[in-house]
């Protein structure tokens, strides 16, 4: 079956650096996907990752191994409005979205 | 109206209740998706609509019942729900219903409770 793990919860300190982590078993690969979503808003776009390395959008970075079915989210500098759930999603063989449940990541003063 | 929008935001319903979900997308997308997000589990896909034919149905009851009339507007009928259809329901569109880089754009979902 296909399966997307991450951790359901992180708490980090406002101004700090936290890494949320998602490992992947897909039919195929596309591509990886992580989405933003605050309480009660819609899932934002945040990266997209299909070539293994490093991609930096401002605070906000994300990393690919293929080989290893990993992907990370690394968010610098955070701030209290960084207080939202993290998905991770990778697109199969069938250009279909396999979803993670989602990493809820709380921000402490 | 921008992006993706999504009526009503908040629908509470009987088990023998008849209601429908709407969405319309304003941004020119070719596909459409209907969501179940259930509390501290992944997104379940229920069903895709591209150029306004439906393409994907993942095995979802025939209680859910979906209507997509053209590229912009996207509605799921509800009928006889059972309280575990309890979620939030999340509408998003994309450029189109296949190919890589296929970034999908949500609504604000509809918190649906069944009494």
């Known amino acids: 079956g296909q399966n997307i793990d991450q951790p359901t919860e992180m708490t980090a300190t406002e101004g700090a650096i936290v890494q949320i982590n998602c490992t992947y078993q897909t039919s195929g690969f596309n591509g990886l996907f992580w989405y933003q979503q605050h309480a009660g808003e819609a899932p934002t776009f945040l990266s997209y990752n299909v070539l293994d390395g490093l991609e930096e959008k401002g605070r906000f970075s994300s990393f690919l191994s293929r080989s290893k079915g990993y992907s990370y989210l690394l968010l610098k500098e955070l701030q209290m409005k960084d207080s939202a759930s993290y998905l991770c999603a990778v697109m199969d063989s069938n250009y279909q979205l396999i979803w993670g449940a989602g990493t809820k990541l709380i921000i402490k003063p | 109206e921008t992006g993706v929008t999504q009526t009503p935001r908040h629908l509470v319903m009987g088990m023998t209740n008849k209601k429908s979900l709407k969405c319309e997308q304003h941004?020119?997308?070719?596909?459409m998706y209907w969501y179940k997000q259930s509390a501290k589990k992944p997104l379940e896909l229920m069903f895709v609509y591209s150029l306004e034919e439906r393409v994907e149905n993942n095995s979802v009851p025939s209680r859910f019942s979906p209507e997509c009339p053209n590229s912009s507007h996207l509605f799921l009928h509800l009928h006889t729900l059972q309280p575990e259809d309890s979620a939030l329901y999340l509408c998003?569109?994309?450029?189109?219903?296949?190919?890589?880089?296929?970034?999908?754009?949500f609504g604000p979902g509809t918190r649906l409770t069944v009494l």
């Open positions: 941004l020119g997308h070719n596909a």
């Open positions: 998003a569109s994309s450029p189109t219903g296949q190919g890589t880089y296929n970034e999908q754009f």
